[in-house]
């Protein structure tokens, strides 16, 4: 559309600029005001050509500065034409001059609208997928179209008495003159009302200035301008018609023919047409503006109507026209915007945001009802993806976006929250554990001949207070799934008060947790380390609190949490620096002992390690030597590059680094060949459940042999009698680690026991 229009704009001006030097070489009567008249078209019409060629703010506001300063100079180039080709004689011509310093005045107030603001603005909007900017006028643009109009409806009287005065024989080119100048008003008008895109009313001002062009100078009969109106209203996409004061229909476009079904030229039974293709609803209005739906589903149709009346001098009803947009298309483009700005688009299910919006909605009207917020989460889903591809994973999201849908009702309310996460809202009484047990226990996905089994928790909360945030039981539902994570037959986890006691104990922990610190409440805990001598070498530092209202807390109570909500990372810092303050007391009497100290894979993410702990140790004076670096192989599990350029730089600036907990993963052996550690830390707990001692003694052999032959210590924690440390002796084990030698005890009792 914009590029028609375009070339449209394009020719109009050609063939103005060709009227206008025409008319400027003749020597006929009126030749110079029908010249300066139809030049004056061409700013209004190259304004328009800018605006809906730009998309751009600034090129579209100069387009419409072009566009308005153009229509005044118009306004003064046919007040001008009407009083010569009129033969309009004034005695008192001070009149004109003062409409000609009024022009003049508004051309002055666009000049300073861009200092002043007060004139108009634009606003983007999107037309045919290219960005647009329409008109928004101010104070202004109002007295400019008072002025405009009031100049054209001076005219359009002087044309009319003129009309009615001279001879018919004569009077046929004022008529023209007349009919093609209140045809191009309204549509400009039809333009203003509307706020359509693009200017059309432009191509009647240009009709119009070449008509005057052609009757001024080169009269023709009336047949012929009414034909070419005709056409120029026939064109037009929005269906048009023309009805006299008493509401008889005497005209209409090939549009409006076609959309009312007018059968020949019957335009008098239109009226009773329109009724019938719009319904009851359809009224004969002297003017508005209303919209209509017909039809449902495939073969919906969306109608903008507008209806505007004519008035002669003395306010009496001249006439009347009604335009019909076919808006269908530009609906279903914002229904498949908002569509796609509400739902997600792999499943078709509310978006996050939305979803908490209509929960909101539900629960606000219908508090009489109980609701269960649920939380349907998929277990291990990132392994789906993994192992089958993620064109795999998401057509399994859109399976159990399928199943969701099956079991909801209408009451109900759905969504995706994130990844392989829904959101559901349901009444009480439509909730069937039972069903979706039954469902759930075989939920498989196929991929070609092969089937996998997706484990799906759905945890449920029922709603309490309706007015809670709907984040908030999302997040109750959740916390409801830490309860069955790990089975496989259980598909439903319910929130209750245990669960609320559990996250107010972690809230009070948590929240206690920077004053602990400070009143040195976190205790370092030390567990000896020995050699295969049972010679005391070294300690592992472990934290423990000593609570002033709550007593002794094991790390099971507290650590857990803190590695969840990120604070582990407090409590490794405040740890490294007890273990530095330790080994500096012992520098004169025990420079020979190490402290181990853990480091959190979450260390890594708030921290730098290595500047934390070498800032440490340069602080109470520790040789790196002392302070070993305790890791998890899970520490591995993600940026394994840029950890092991860590481990790196601890072991060349002298640390010792140990791997804890080996053999606890099921990735250690493919990864120990890579990572630079110095200690293996072997847990006999992973063989503790083995039936087969046998094979337990060959595994722990082989795995002190590896260790052995990559030139790593091997450490073994967990030894509890003389006989496990007999026999990891005998295997060529090198240091222990036991309730068998001493449990973790406070600092005071290790310098008095172990030292």
């Known amino acids: 559309m914009r590029d028609m229009f375009s070339v449209i704009f394009v020719v109009m001006i050609i063939a103005l600029a060709v009227c206008s030097i025409i008319a400027y070489r003749s020597h006929k009567i009126n030749s110079i005001s029908v010249a300066l008249l139809t030049g004056a078209f061409i700013p209004p019409v190259i304004g328009n050509l800018i605006i809906i060629r730009s998309g751009e703010k600034e090129l579209s506001l100069l387009g419409e500065y072009i566009y308005f300063i153009g229509m005044d100079i118009v306004m003064f180039a046919l007040l001008n034409f009407a009083f010569e080709y009129c033969n309009i004689n004034m005695k008192r011509r001070w009149v004109k001059h003062i409409v000609y310093l009024l022009i003049i005045g508004d051309i002055a107030q666009f000049i300073v609208n861009p200092v002043t603001g007060h004139a108009f603005d634009n606003e983007a909007i999107e037309v045919d997928g290219f960005p647009y900017y329409r008109l928004v006028p101010y104070l202004g643009q109002s007295l400019h179209r008072i002025l405009d ?24 080119r004022y008529y023209a003159i007349l009919i093609t100048m209140i045809v191009a008003a309204l549509w400009q008008t039809v333009y203003i009302f509307s706020r359509t895109p693009i200017d059309r009313s432009m191509m009647g001002f240009g009709a119009f200035g070449m008509l005057v062009f052609y009757f001024a100078l080169y009269y023709r009969p009336m047949k012929l301008l009414d034909r070419m109106l005709a056409g120029i209203a026939s064109e037009m996409s929005e269906s048009l018609f023309f009805f006299e004061a008493n509401g008889r229909c005497i005209w209409a476009n090939a549009a409006g023919v076609q959309l009312a079904g007018i059968e020949g030229e019957d335009f008098e039974g239109a009226p009773l047409l329109l009724k019938d293709r719009f319904g009851e609803e359809y009224q004969f209005q002297e003017e508005y503006i209303s919209n209509f739906v017909i039809g449902t589903g495939d073969d919906i149709k969306y109608y903008l109507l507008e209806k505007h009346s004519l008035w002669d001098e003395k306010k009496r009803l001249a006439g009347s026209f009604l335009s019909i947009r076919d808006n269908t298309d530009d609906q279903q483009r914002l229904k498949r915007k908002m569509f796609n700005s509400t739902h997600d688009s792999l499943t078709g299910l509310y978006t996050r945001e939305y979803l908490y919006e209509r929960i909101h909605e539900v629960l606000s009207a219908r508090q009489s009802t109980e609701y269960f917020i649920i939380y349907i989460d998929v277990r291990n889903f990132k392994i789906i993806n993994d192992i089958f591809s993620n064109e795999f994973g998401d057509r399994a999201l859109q399976n159990i976006a399928e199943w969701i849908k099956s079991w909801m009702s209408d009451e109900c309310v759905f969504g ?60 109750r539902a959740n916390l409801a799934l830490s309860t069955i994570k790990d089975e496989y037959k259980t598909h439903i986890a319910y929130y209750n008060d ?16 920077h004053s602990a610190i400070a009143e040195r409440q976190l205790k370092p805990y030390l567990q000896p380390i020995v050699d295969r001598n049972g010679s005391i070498v070294g300690a592992e530092a ?97 940026e394994a590059e840029v950890r092991m350029k860590t481990l790196n730089e601890f072991r060349k600036m002298g640390y010792i680094v140990e791997m804890d907990d080996f053999g ?57 009698t003389e006989s496990q440390f007999k026999t990891l002796n005998e295997m060529g084990c090198k240091l222990f680690q036991g309730y068998y030698f001493a449990k973790p005890m406070p600092l005071e009792d290790f310098e008095d026991k172990c030292l």
Request: glycine share 6%; proline share 4%; hydrophobic share 45%.
């Open 149 to 172: 109009y009031g100049i054209l409806a001076a005219v359009i009287i002087i044309f009319l008495i003129k009309t009615l005065k001279t001879s018919r024989f004569y009077s046929e």
């Open 664 to 720: 606890s993963g099921y990735s250690s052996l493919n990864m120990l060949k890579d990572m630079p550690v110095d200690v293996l830390k072997i847990d006999m707990k992973f063989l503790s459940k083995s039936k087969d001692d046998g094979k337990a003694h060959i595994i722990l052999q082989n795995i002190i042999n590896l260790s052995e032959d990559l030139g790593i210590d091997s450490l073994t924690e967990g030894v509890e």
């Open 416 to 475: 995706r929250l994130v990844g392989a996460s829904f959101g559901v809202c349901i009444p009480v009484e439509e909730f069937e554990p039972a069903v979706i047990e039954e469902k759930l226990s075989p939920f498989v996905i196929e991929n070609g001949t092969l089937g996998y089994h997706i484990l799906i928790h759905l945890g449920v909360y029922k709603v309490v207070d309706p007015d809670m945030e709907v984040s908030l039981m999302l997040d």
């Open 542 to 638: 472990l934290v423990r609190w000593i609570h002033p209202t709550d007593g002794f807390l094991s790390p099971g109570v507290f650590i857990p949490v803190f590695e969840k909500n990120g604070m582990i990372v407090e409590v490794d810092k405040y740890m490294w620096r007890c273990a530095c303050e330790i080994l500096a007391s012992w520098k004169e009497k025990h420079g020979d002992i190490f402290i181990s100290v853990n480091i959190s894979p979450k260390d890594f993410y708030f921290v730098n390690v290595v500047e934390e702990i070498k800032k440490l140790t340069a602080e109470y004076g520790v040789s790196p030597s002392q302070l070993r670096i305790e890791i998890t192989e899970t520490v591995m599990m993600t």
């Open 498 to 513: 245990e669960i609320r006691s559990k996250v107010l104990w972690d809230q009070h922990i948590s929240a206690q947790l």
